[in-house]
């Protein structure tokens, strides 16, 4: 039998009383961490433009219990599109809704309107009106992205232009400044 140059190291091997020791000490680490655990976040991001804070989790006005500035006759209003963010920098959401009558047939114009909490009752009241539909556009894409108002409105050129098919696009802009929307269109109306 030969010899190994290295010495005999039977301390090495683990026994059963290791894997006890090691159970123990992961289970206090564990036991330990549970019992430690920091404070819930709850900080709050800075309203923009003042130090008007929100609770967080205020949810934005919910338009189909809104009653928007829009005569249909018979038939009812159809939010077509929302949007939602702060536009104002209070730290509580607003609700943007492009509405039009449930029409049949033809391309009825939209209405754009910004929605928010009535501060006595809960309730959704429209605010702003971005786009009448007596400007007779329909809206294609709307979006809240830094605190502005984003939408492609569709047009006519003239009143000989019929409902059906919108001959101008237009990209519009509105943003909260000094307590009304400033509408900051990004480009030139061009035909379709």
């Known amino acids: 039998m030969q010899h190994t140059a290295v010495p005999d190291l039977s301390h090495t091997h683990t026994r059963p009383i290791h894997w006890v020791a090691t159970a123990t000490a992961v289970a206090g680490v564990v036991a330990l961490s549970s019992v430690l655990q920091p404070d819930a976040a709850t900080a709050a991001q800075p309203a923009a433009g003042g130090t ?3 609770p ?9 219990a809104a009653a928007f500035p829009l005569e249909c006759g018979p038939v009812e209003a159809v939010v077509q599109k929302t949007a939602t963010g702060d536009l104002d920098g209070d730290g509580r959401p607003e609700t943007v809704a492009a509405v039009r009558c449930d029409a049949g047939m033809g391309t009825p114009p939209t209405g754009v309107y910004v929605l928010t909490r009535d501060t006595d009752s809960g309730k959704p009241r429209v605010v702003a009106t971005l786009v009448a539909p007596a400007d007779r556009h329909s809206v294609t894409d709307l ?15 003239s009143a000989d232009v019929p409902n059906c098919c919108p001959d101008l696009t237009e990209h519009a802009k509105w943003q909260w400044r000094n307590g009304t929307f400033v509408e900051d269109t ?3 109306a061009r035909t379709v």
Not at 143 to 156: N, W
């Open 56 to 64: 967080a989790h205020s949810a934005p006005p919910d338009p189909a």
């Open 143 to 157: 979006t809240v992205r830094d605190g502005a108002v984003r939408a492609t409105l569709l047009g006519y050129s």
């Open 186 to 188: 990004p480009s030139q």
């Open 52 to 54: 008007r804070n929100a």
